[in-house]
C-alpha cells in the first residue's frame, strides 16, 4: 500500500510537471511519464494488456505525435518565451497549491463507499472479455480508426493544397 | 451483495481528484494549442486511472481492461486528428496562440 | 436485421474506397441510397422477431447483442431523413469533388455511430458510438473549405469548442461509468437500473455525472457554448446534419434512452431534469432572439427545443417519453429544413447576415413559404406537427403536477414566436433592398428537400392521431 501510495505520488508530480514547465518539448515527455508510471500503476493492480497498451499507445505513440507537432511549431524567439515565462508563472503558481488542498481536504474524507461484488471469479479473462462480451466496442474501435483515416487524408490534402 | 471499502477507494479518488484538476487548471490556464491538448491528455489519464481503479476494487478487472483498450484507441485517434487541426492552425497564423480565433460574439 | 443497420453503412464506406478514382462521383448517391434504406428500416416493425428467423446466421457470427425498439426506429427514421437532405445539400454547394466524396463517407461514418446509439443496451457501448459520432463531425467540421472566406476564421474557433468540450463531455461519461462499475458491479442498462432501485447515493452521483456528460453533448444550457460556433463553422450541409441529428442523437437522443430504459417512473433525476429543461429553453429562446446571424438565431433556437424534450421527460414518464420522441422527430425535421433554406439563402445572397437581407420573400417565394412552415411548426402553432408535440409536452407536466414548468413551455412559446417572426421581418417581408433585386430563387436541388419536409411537417400535422400510432407503435 505504501509503495503505491508513493508511485501515485510520483505519477501526479509528473503530471504537475507536464503541465507547470515552461518548453513545451518538456511538457510532451512529462506527459510521456505520468502515461508510463500509469502503466506501471496499472500493471501492479494487476491490468497487465492494458499496461502494455497504455505504455506502447499512450507513452510511445501520442509521444511521438506531441513531439513532432511541437518542434513543427517551435518558432518563437527567446526572447518573447522568456516574456511568457513571466506571466506563466502568475497563472500556473496557484497549482501546487491547490492541489495539495484538494488532497489533503479528500484525505478527511472517510464516507463508507457501497461497492457492489459481482459473483467471485465470475469475471474471466480479459481476453475472453475483449473478444466474445464487448465485440461491439472493438466495432467502435474499427470505426474510430476509420474516422480517423479520414481526418488525417483530409487534413494532409488540405496543407498540400494550401502550400501552392 | 455489497462490502465496504472506504479507506483504500478515498486514497485512489484521492490522486484520481489530484490528476483531474491538475488537467483542468493546465487546459484553463493557457492560451497555447498544444498545452490545451496536454491538459487533455491529463485528464484522460486520470480517468483511465480511476477505470482501472474500480475494475480493481469491484473485482472486474477484465471488464475494466476492455474499456480501458477502448478508450486508450479512442484518444489516440483524438490525438491524432487535434495535432492535424493545430498544425492547420499554425501553418495559417504562425502562431499556436488560441486568443487569435477569438472572433465570434455571444 | 439490426447487425445490418450496423454493417450496411459500414461496408458501403469500404467499398467506397475500393472503387477507382474516376467512379467517385457515385459516392454521393450510394451513401444517399444507404440512408433511404435506413429510413425505410424504420418502417419495419418489431426487429427482434426477424431476428430471430431470416437473420440468426447474423447474430452467431457477430456475438454482440442489439436492441432495436420504436425509439430506436424514431431516431433512425430522422438519421435517414435528415441525412438525404443534407446529402443532396451537399450537392449544390460544395464545390470539389474529392469534399463531396468525403463528405459522403463521413456521412456513412456517422450514421453508424447514431445506429449504434440507438440500439446499444450498454452505457460504454453507448459512450464509445456517441465518440464515433462526434469524431466524425469533427472532420466534418474542419475538412471543407467551400465558403470558407465568409467563414473565415469561424471554422477553427467552431470545431476546436466542438472537440474539446466533446473530450470534457467523455471524461465526465467515463468518471461516470467507474463509478457505475464500483456500485452496480457492470455497466448494462439491466445492471444500472437494478443499482438506481437500491439505496445508495454513488449511483446517483454516477447517474448525475453521465447526465451531465450527455448535457455538454446536446448543448443544454450550462453546457451551450460551443454549439452556436460549432452550427456557425460548419459548411451549410454539415449544419443541416449537425442541427438535423447528431447532437441530438448523441446528447438528446441517448438522454431519452438512458430516461426510459434505466430510470424508474419515481426519479430523484427527475428534478434535474425539469431545471435544465425550463433554463435552456428560456436562456435558448432570448438568446436566439438577440442574433443577427440566421444561422447562430437557428442554433440558438435549436437549444431551446432540445430544452422542451428535456423538459418532457422530467414529466410524466410514459407521456413525457412519447412527448419528447415527437418533439424529437418534430424538430429534427424542421430545424434540418431551415438550415437547408440558410443554405440556400446563403448560396444566392452570398451572406446571413439578417440585416443587410429584407424584401427576398418576393424574389425567393418557395425558399419563403417552406420557412414560414417550418418556424410556425417549431413555435407550435396548429395546425403543424410541433403543435402536437408541445401540447403532449405541457400535458406531461400537467399530469406530474409540474404546474410552474408547463407554464414555463406554454410562455416560451410566444418568445420563440417572437424571434422566428423578426426572421421573417428581417428576411423576407419589407420593401426588397436594391442590392437584392435581381437575386433568383434557389436551384431545384435546393428546393425539392425542403418542399418534401415542409410537407412531412404539414401532413403529420394535419393527420396526427394516424401517425402517433405509425411512428411509436402505440396500437399496432
Known sequence: ?164 | MTIEIPQSFWLYFTFFALLLVDGLWCMLATHNLVRILIGLEILMKSVTFFLIVAGYLSGRMALAQALVITVIVIEVVVVVVVAGVILGFFRKHDSLDVENTRSMKG | MSHLLLLVPFLAVVVLNLLPKRARGAALWVSFGVLGLEAAAAFVERFSSIDSSAFTWLESVFGFRLAADHLSGLAMLCAGIVGMVALLVARRTLKDAGEKFFFANLVLVALVGINGIAMVRDLFSLYVFVEVTAIATFILITASRSGAASRGEQVFEGAWKYIILSVVASVLMLTSIGFFLLSAGDITFDAVKTALGAPGSLTWVAMALFLCGLFVKGGLVPFHGWLADAYTAAPAPVSVFMAGIVTKASGIFALLRIVSSTMGSALPGREILLVVGALTIVVGAFLALGQSNMKRMLAYSSVSQMGYIVLALGGDLNLGILAAGLHFFNHAISKSQLFANAAAIEEQLGTLNMDEMGGIGARMPVTAGTTAVATLSIAGLPPLAGFWSKLLIVLALWNAKEYGFAAVAILASLVTLAYFLSLQRRVFFGKTHPKWAHVKEAAPGLLVPVVALALITIALGVGFPFALRVLLGGGA
Not at chain 1, 71 to 83: D, F, M, N
Open chain 1, 1 to 164: 500500500m505504501i509503495w503505491m501510495t508513493l508511485l501515485l505520488v510520483v505519477l501526479v508530480l509528473a503530471a504537475l510537471w507536464a503541465s507547470m514547465t515552461t518548453a513545451l518539448l518538456r511538457a510532451a515527455l512529462g506527459l510521456a511519464l505520468t502515461s508510463a508510471l500509469l502503466a506501471v500503476v496499472m500493471f501492479s493492480m494487476g491490468a497487465t494488456l492494458a499496461a502494455v497498451m497504455e505504455l506502447s499507445v499512450c507513452a510511445g505513440l501520442i509521444s511521438v505525435v506531441l513531439v513532432s507537432v511541437t518542434s513543427l511549431t517551435q518558432r518563437r524567439p527567446l526572447k518573447e518565451a522568456l516574456a511568457n515565462r513571466r506571466s506563466r508563472l502568475r497563472r500556473y503558481w496557484p497549482l501546487p497549491l491547490v492541489l495539495i488542498a484538494v488532497g489533503v481536504a479528500l484525505s478527511f474524507v472517510h464516507a463508507p463507499v457501497e461497492i457492489a461484488l459481482r459473483v467471485p471469479a465470475g469475471d474471466g479473462d480479459v481476453r475472453t472479455v475483449l473478444w466474445s462480451l464487448r465485440q461491439l466496442d472493438l466495432f467502435g474501435q474499427i470505426l474510430i480508426l476509420l474516422a480517423g483515416v479520414f481526418g488525417v487524408l483530409v487534413l494532409f490534402r488540405k496543407e498540400a493544397k494550401h502550400d501552392d
